[in-house]
């Protein structure tokens, strides 16, 4: 059985995206545009996985949005994918307890994401298609 992904990203272009990527790889996915969009799709079924934008409608509503779905889901996998260090030259990552535990997220990954690499991250943390 296929996993279910939610999909949260405000630029359509990369949504539409990712979103075709995944669904050809075998996936359902649930791709929104905004947290409130996301929260909304939640209540309607729960995703086996979650692959968060950063900057959605603000510039930190990706913290908040793995912060929502960790507090709610604590075992689901989270992915957060950005483009900050590019544009702000600030660097951070999931790779220590410490950062885990603030950012909330399993796995950061830089934009643009190689579709091999997301798959590969979703297959390490059991989200196969």
Same mark, same amino acid.
């Given at each position: 059985?296929? *996993? +279910?992904?939610?999909?949260?990203?405000?630029?359509?272009?990369?949504? =539409?995206?990712?979103?075709?990527?995944?669904?050809?790889?075998?996936? *359902?996915?649930?791709?929104? @545009?905004?947290?409130?969009?996301?929260?909304?799709?939640? %209540?309607?079924?729960? $995703?086996?996985?979650?692959?968060?934008?950063? &900057?959605?409608?603000?510039?930190?509503?990706? !913290? #908040?949005?793995? *912060? !929502?779905?960790?507090? +709610? *889901?604590?075992? &689901? $996998?989270?992915?957060?994918?950005?483009?900050? =260090? #590019?544009?702000?030259?600030?660097? !951070?990552?999931?790779?220590?307890? @410490? @950062?885990?535990?603030?950012? %909330?997220?399993?796995?950061?990954?830089? %934009?643009?994401?190689? !579709?091999?690499?997301?798959?590969?991250?979703? #297959?390490?943390?059991?989200?196969?298609?």
């Amino acid at each position: 059985m296929a *996993h +279910n992904i939610l999909l949260v990203d405000d630029d359509v272009d990369y949504l =539409t995206a990712m979103r075709l990527q995944l669904e050809s790889a075998g996936y *359902h996915v649930t791709a929104v @545009e905004s947290v409130a969009a996301a929260q909304e799709a939640i %209540k309607e079924q729960v $995703p086996d996985a979650a692959i968060v934008d950063l &900057m959605i409608d603000e510039p930190d509503d990706g !913290f #908040s949005m793995c *912060h !929502f779905l960790k507090k +709610n *889901h604590p075992s &689901m $996998p989270v992915i957060l994918v950005t483009a900050v =260090t #590019s544009e702000t030259g600030l660097d !951070f990552d999931a790779s220590t307890k @410490e @950062e885990r535990a603030w950012i %909330k997220a399993d796995v950061v990954l830089a %934009k643009p994401v190689r !579709f091999e690499q997301l798959e590969r991250e979703l #297959s390490r943390l059991g989200v196969e298609a």
